[in-house]
C-alpha cells in the first residue's frame, strides 16, 4: 500500500520552530517530487513547499519563504519540513503528497492516493 506517514507537529510558541517528516511507505521517494500542504480550518489544501526529484530545487509559499525549509533523505525515504520563526497563521494540519510541478506551482498528484491523517501544527501563546 502507497502511503505517507506524516509527524513531528505539535503545539509551539510564536517565533518557535518544529521539524516535520514525511515517511514513505510502499513505495521510493526518489523518483518522485514531493511536496508539504497545509489545511487550516474551514479552509482548502494550500501548498506550502516541495522538493523535485530531478534536482533537488526547492520551491515555497510566499508566506513561508525565508521560515521553512524543505529537505529530502532518499536513503531514509523520508522528506522534512524545518518550520522557523512560526507565526499563528501557521496553525493548521500539515500534510504530504506526490505532487506535479509546472514552472514553480505544484499540485498533489490526483493519481496517487488520498490525503494521509497529517500532523497537527498549532502557533499559539
Known amino acids: 500500500q502507497l502511503q505517507f506517514v506524516e509527524s513531528g507537529g505539535g503545539l509551539v510558541q510564536p517565533g518557535g520552530s518544529l521539524r516535520l517528516s514525511c515517511a514513505a511507505s510502499g513505495f521510493t521517494l526518489d523518483y518522485y517530487h514531493i511536496g508539504w500542504f497545509r489545511q487550516a480550518p474551514g479552509k482548502e489544501h494550500e501548498g506550502v513547499s516541495c522538493i523535485s526529484s530531478i534536482d533537488g530545487t526547492t520551491y515555497y509559499a510566499d508566506s513561508v519563504k525565508g521560515r521553512f525549509t524543505i529537505s529530502r533523505d532518499n536513503a531514509k525515504n523520508t522528506v522534512y519540513l524545518q518550520m522557523n520563526s512560526l507565526k499563528p497563521e501557521d496553525t493548521a494540519v500539515y500534510y504530504c503528497?506526490?505532487?506535479?510541478?509546472?514552472?514553480?506551482?505544484?499540485?498533489?498528484?490526483?493519481?496517487?492516493?488520498?490525503w494521509g491523517q497529517g500532523t497537527q501544527v498549532t502557533v499559539s501563546s
Open positions: 503528497a506526490t505532487v506535479v510541478l509546472y514552472g514553480s506551482s505544484w499540485r498533489k498528484r490526483a493519481d496517487f492516493g488520498s
